[in-house]
């Protein structure tokens, strides 16, 4: 019976979202619920499919436009006679007297063409109508709402049919292939069936599993030995990490011990970079000192060459360029300076007054004594233009804590100053300000020490302090190379790029 009504041209309204259709009935089937035209219009333009197959339940309303005789083929005919045979839609079918349906037409709607593209691999399937039947509108409509209520009913995810969920959808149409290649094409990308996918989860971790990477590792290892390539690489060796402040490309092997002195040393020191840098005795300090000052370094230059490292030194523990901040005028440190009527005092004095040059608040403390050093008169009458605050009484520093305290009040030779009343008090008020203290070339014995320091600038090279220096720097002061190797030193500077650098104990 089904048979019956293929070749009728129908007219299939799939509600606002899918338009209404046109065309000839090509296959239908009850049990799938589905209904094929051919060479179909979408609201009166032609379709670039050849065929469009629709779901009893996207169909709102069919209606038959045209029945065909018993002469009629059951094919679909020219598509000529279609073009021609789809003007209108939504027209009524009334019964005449040799029972063909009469076309009655309406004007069509324009609007854009929308194509649906369809499953070529979806079976045929009828719905039963019986051609002695009244295939007026409202007999269509109670039977395809009972095909939409019957048992069995199932919408299929992956059908390309007209769905409301892919209205607009299209089958892509490529040049130089022919309709029979393009289904073909979209049977083997879109054929499957989303039943035949299987429910459960990929397992990574038990496929990852089944993959011995050491066995395959050993495999190339093996091919590689044999064939006599070079391997590169397997997973038990480890790529050489570099720094980036180290070479990658090293044409000789590096030398760590540059700086070879006479004498056997009682303490030794290292660099950031490995260099080692030994201690010296005092004796030998000073004749380094004097052997400079006989070719031209002289004393003025060693202190303001001291002065310059030191004071670089205590603006970097000050906060550098954090704290010393024209936009922080607010916070402009305080540093408390506390020297004694010798060279050593001196070189304090001239750390004071670059401090004072670079907006830092500079309280010099220094005792009155009847005779100073001829030193320390230049470097109080430089020290004096800038705006630092000269005191010589303990009971002008500040109470409150400062942000440092640079000592210089020991000396390597004048071992009676430690007895002056002065000086106890100074160290008293040190020991009580609880503030950070940066010693400047301090003396070897740790019994001398007054103060405990947190950090000690050595000159040159250093001597041995000990555990109360703290962390010993060293600054370079400009002693020339041939002036060490005059002393019997074999010297290689260590400072780089810089002018003070850290120094380790080893």
């Known amino acids: 019976m089904a048979t019956d009504w293929l070749g009728s041209i129908v007219s299939i309204n799939c509600g606002e979202s899918l338009g209404v259709y046109q065309g000839r009935v090509s296959a239908v ?71 063909t349906g009469k076309v009655l037409k309406k004007p069509m709607s324009s609007s854009a063409p929308q194509n649906i593209p369809r ?31 019957s048992k069995g009913f199932r919408r299929r995810h992956n059908s390309w049919s007209s769905s409301s969920r892919h209205p607009n959808q299209v089958t892509p149409k490529k040049s130089g292939l022919k309709n029979g290649q393009m289904k073909s094409k979209d049977d083997e990308c879109f054929g499957d069936d989303i039943d035949e996918i299987p429910d459960t989860d990929f397992d990574f971790e038990g496929n990852l599993a089944l993959f011995d990477k050491a066995a395959v590792f050993e495999e190339i290892e093996t091919y590689e030995r044999r064939s006599g390539t070079r391997s590169r690489g397997t997973p038990n060796e480890k790529p050489a990490r570099y720094r980036h402040d180290e070479n990658i490309l090293e044409s000789e092997p590096i030398v760590y011990r540059r700086i070879v002195v006479p004498q056997n040393p009682n303490k030794e020191f290292c660099t950031d970079s490995g260099l080692v840098v030994p201690s010296v005795s005092y004796e030998l300090h000073k004749k380094l000192l004097a052997v400079a000052e006989k070719h031209g370094l002289t004393l003025e230059r060693r202190l303001e060459m001291t002065g ?131 010693s400047i070339d301090p003396p070897i014995s740790e019994m001398e020490l007054g103060i405990d320091a947190k950090w000690s600038l050595a000159l040159g090279l250093p001597l041995p302090l000990g555990e109360r220096a703290g962390r010993v720097y060293l600054c370079d002061i400009g002693i020339p190379q041939k002036v060490f190797q005059e002393v019997g030193i074999n010297y290689h500077s260590p400072f780089g790029c810089k002018f003070v650098i850290p120094l380790h104990s080893t």
């Open 308 to 438: 310059v490292c030191a004071s670089q030194m205590a603006l970097s523990l000050l906060g550098g360029p954090n704290r010393l901040n024209p936009k922080n005028v607010h916070q402009r440190p305080t540093v408390a300076l506390l020297c004694g009527p010798h060279v050593k005092g001196a070189q304090g004095i001239s750390c004071g007054r670059h401090l004072s040059n670079h907006d830092v608040h500079v309280i010099l403390f220094l005792p009155n004594f009847v005779k100073m050093l001829e030193s320390i008169t230049n470097e109080l009458n430089l020290f004096s233009k800038t705006q630092g605050q000269q005191v010589s009484s303990v009971k002008d520093l500040p109470d409150t804590p400062v942000d440092l305290v640079i000592n210089c009040l020991d000396c390597h030779e004048n071992a009676f100053l430690r007895d002056q009343p002065w000086y106890k008090a100074v160290v008293d008020w040190a020991n009580q300000n609880r503030a950070p203290v940066l």
């Open 119 to 149: 499953r070529t691999d979806m079976k045929s399937q009828d719905i039963v109508i019986s051609p002695q039947q009244q295939c007026s509108k409202s007999y269509m409509d109670r039977h395809m709402e009972t095909l939409s209520q």
């Open 29 to 99: 089937d009850q049990v799938s619920q589905t209904i094929s035209l051919t060479r179909p219009f979408h609201n009166g333009v032609k379709c670039l499919v050849p065929e469009v197959t629709f779901r009893a339940g996207d169909i709102t309303e069919l209606k038959i436009l045209e029945i065909p005789g018993p002469g009629d083929s059951r094919q679909c005919g020219d598509s000529q006679q279609m073009d021609t045979a789809m003007p209108g839609v939504g027209c009524q079918v009334g019964p005449s007297q040799n029972g």
